[in-house]
């Protein structure tokens, strides 16, 4: 089956420091990978998606890239703030061509103190 | 912003009682899911919906049901509320065009004690 493995942290970064969060998956086809973002008290909201190899996704000064060599999905940031503190969660989405849901890692905890 | 609304956005209710959490969509997307949230699992997958009367089981469907009658409209049951399925639950909708992409609701919170 599907699988995504991610830090759960918390993991704590000053504010301006380079953030990298690792994400690697399982999947049985050629799945679409998303980053996910929520934050206090709210529901969860895309962050930037990739649906083939070598895509890099991008949003917010937030990038990944799609890797298949290594089944990877990490998330960079170059230079976190305050503001970025969060939940994120990666996902993966199999390539069956079905209404099936998202598969999601257990979220990693990001906190950026100033 | 997608226009997802659930409610209610908090509920306490005691062990055996029958609760329905419902989602409500505006964008008129064909696919609705529910998942719930807990600490050390992320979100898993409940149920989901392709069509008006067409649901399917997720990861995690046992004691729970859902109904849509109406596109609109996915209804969450939980015939006999047990203390494990205190959790946050979450509605996503996805539309016809970018159905790999899937919009959050902003959840409700239900214990049960």
């Known amino acids: 089956g599907n699988s995504v493995t991610q830090m759960e942290g918390p993991v704590t970064l000053s504010e301006e420091a380079f953030l990298t969060i690792n994400c690697t998956y399982t999947?049985?086809?050629?799945?679409?990978l998303f980053w996910y973002v929520q934050y206090p008290g709210e529901g969860l909201q895309l962050l930037l998606k990739?649906?083939?190899?070598?895509d890099k996704g991008s949003n917010k000064g937030f990038e990944a890239t799609y890797r298949k060599e290594t089944t990877s999905f990490h998330l960079e940031k170059g230079s976190v703030q305050v503001s970025d503190s969060a939940v994120y969660f990666c996902?993966?989405?199999?390539?069956?061509?079905?209404?099936?849901?998202?598969?999601f890692g257990k979220g990693t905890h990001l906190i950026i103190q100033p | 912003d997608a226009g997802i609304t659930q409610s209610p956005r908090h509920k306490v209710t005691e062990t055996g009682t029958p609760v329905t959490l419902r989602c409500h969509q505006t964008?008129?997307?064909?696919?609705m899911y529910w998942y719930r949230q807990d600490p050390g699992h992320g979100l898993r997958l409940i149920h989901y919906s392709y069509g008006v009367k067409d649901t399917d089981k997720g990861e995690v469907s046992d004691g729970y049901s859902v109904s849509r009658s109406k596109t609109e409209d996915f209804l969450l049951t939980l015939e006999s509320a047990t203390s494990s399925q205190t959790s946050v639950y979450f509605c996503a909708i996805s539309g016809r065009q970018e159905i790999n992409e899937q919009f959050f609701g902003p959840g409700t919170r239900l214990t049960v004690l």
């Open positions: 996902a993966l989405r199999d390539s069956g061509g079905g209404a099936d849901g998202l598969t």
């Open positions: 964008e008129n997307h064909r696919y």
């Open positions: 990739a649906t083939k190899a070598d």
């Open positions: 999947a049985t086809g050629y799945p679409s």
